[in-house]
């Protein structure tokens, strides 16, 4: 069984001044062919399930193209249109070698290009429009995606995490891999449904270990686990700030039964539905955060700052939470990560030991704090930023925020990056010499992906969430192409489900 594996991600962020060209993706990853299984065989990614689920089933694997960058703004055309014709010509000459019996597609489900708001439906369009009806082809993908009829319609599986963080990517995978490889085997088809929310909710309510999103995450598990012919449900959160018109919640069901498919796709739905003000969300600044953070005598305690997520899209240089750390100067906290190669450089120049003044951070936009200016920062260490993932989402892959610096300023170590990441783990304390056992209070960049690893190595976790084109706040944003009919832009929307 040949069934040819690839895909294209990107979660766009249309408030991010930072467009994505095709250098974007080769900076953060693109490969083709077997470079494709090479890294990714025992990696818990999506690419690493489908590569274990075909070693289970004796399937082959042809790897074509994948392509993921750091999120960030609107793909460039160009962009978006090379990498699909690359993944069809690729498809297309694996097929002439000998024929796919399938494709299963990694696709993040938040991607927009220009003059392409909802690029998985028109990668999905362009596979099926050359490989006609008939092959199975299935996709996987992030819970963020805003997931379109075309979607729906071109595939014959969508398959998304359950997890935010999206600890089970391998998992999904290997799913999605496993069910084209049955409709190969036996011939038949199960059913999808589709239905989309007219709702609308940021990711920083979105946190599946806890809150509304873990409560719909375990009614899936348990629809799943009571009833067979339910084989797969999950819940979209989608992605706002793609400011596109098909952005919105969905629930999507694979069942072997049509009455299966609908009934649960429709039960998850309206208990989205009822749920929908449990995730209303308010701007939390960096002081309130802090002064909470101080009660545990013990640490670490971890502040997050939710709206500076690189992985919603967000530039990594804030500076709200920075400053509010530098200024109440306690001894034991450290700050991960900033991005700012102009410092780094600096730094650098000055070598280990040296010391440098410079404004830091705020550089990228006006939204996200201004500038600090620094006097004599110490340069305490100098990495090059890459070490092997430890967390539980995407161990086992590398983690590279480029060259990177640490800076002592008063009490505070600051490190300083010249790549946008979210602190997966300890290793970007780690690599510049910080030990994160000896620290009171840690401030980073993410919303909940950092929890996968932290919620064990910390006392507590106390999100901020000021002003950023990733803060969960919806009414702070000017969206442009968003439908404004759905809640909570309008709190009096009604809507039931239809069979
Ligand atoms: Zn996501």
Request: charged share 25%; net charge negative.
């Amino acid at each position: 069984m040949r069934i040819g594996i690839g895909g294209i991600a990107h979660e766009t962020n249309a408030f991010s001044p930072v467009s994505t060209k095709l250098e974007s993706f080769e900076r953060r990853e693109y490969a083709e062919g077997q470079a494709i299984i090479d890294k990714h065989t025992g990696v818990r990614s999506y690419i690493g399930g489908m590569i274990a689920e075909a070693g289970e089933r004796g399937a082959d694997p042809i790897a074509i193209l994948y392509a993921n960058a750091v999120p960030s703004g609107k793909i460039a055309k160009s962009a978006l249109e090379t990498l699909r014709d690359r993944l069809i010509d690729g498809l297309l000459a694996a097929h002439r070698t000998a024929p796919l019996d399938g494709i299963v597609l990694a696709l993040h489900g938040a991607g927009a290009a220009e003059g392409y708001p909802d690029i998985e439906g028109e990668i999905l369009r362009a596979v099926r429009e050359v490989f006609g009806p008939v092959l199975p082809i299935g996709v996987v993908l992030d819970l963020h995606g805003n997931i379109s009829e075309e979607m729906a319609e071109y595939a014959d599986v969508l398959i998304g995490v359950k997890g935010y963080p999206h600890v089970d990517m391998f998992e999904a995978g290997r799913t999605a891999f496993g069910l084209i490889c049955d409709m190969v085997e036996t011939g038949s088809r199960p059913y999808m449904r589709l239905v989309r929310l007219p709702f609308l909710f940021a990711p920083g309510k979105g946190l599946t270990i806890e809150g509304p999103a873990c409560d719909i995450r375990q009614r899936l598990l348990r629809a799943e686990q009571g009833d067979e012919d339910l084989i797969y449900g999950t819940f979209f959160h989608g992605f706002p700030f793609a400011d596109v018109p098909i952005a919105g919640a969905s629930v999507v069901t694979v069942a072997r039964t049509r009455e299966a498919a609908d009934r649960y796709a429709g039960e998850i739905s309206e208990y989205v539905w009822n749920r929908r003000a449990d995730f209303d969300c308010r701007v939390i600044m960096p002081a309130e955060a802090m002064d909470k953070a101080m009660q545990y005598a013990e640490g670490p305690v971890i502040i997050n700052e939710s709206s500076d997520n690189s992985g919603g899209g967000s530039p990594n240089d804030a500076t709200w939470l920075l400053r509010e750390m530098l200024e109440r100067n306690l001894p034991a906290t450290a700050f991960s990560h900033i991005c700012d190669p102009e410092v780094v450089r600096q730094a650098v120049q000055a070598g280990v030991g040296g010391r440098i003044s410079c404004l830091l951070g705020g550089k990228t936009d006006r939204l996200h704090g201004d500038p600090i200016r620094l006097e004599d920062a110490y340069v305490k260490t100098i990495s090059d930023g890459r070490a092997v993932c430890l967390s539980p989402m995407g161990k086992g892959s590398m983690m590279d925020i480029g060259l990177t610096v640490r800076l002592q300023i008063g009490n505070v170590d600051v490190v300083v990056s010249t790549q946008r990441a979210q602190e997966m783990d300890k290793r970007p304390f780690e690599i510049v010499g910080i030990d994160v056992t000896e620290l009171r209070i840690i401030g980073l960049k993410s919303t909940h992906h950092f929890r996968a690893w932290w919620k064990d190595h910390s006392v507590a976790i106390v999100p901020c969430d000021p002003p950023g084109v990733h803060c969960s706040d919806l009414s702070q944003f000017q969206f442009m192409y968003i439908d404004k009919t759905y809640y909570p832009f309008n709190k009096e929307r009604e809507w039931h489900f239809e069979v």
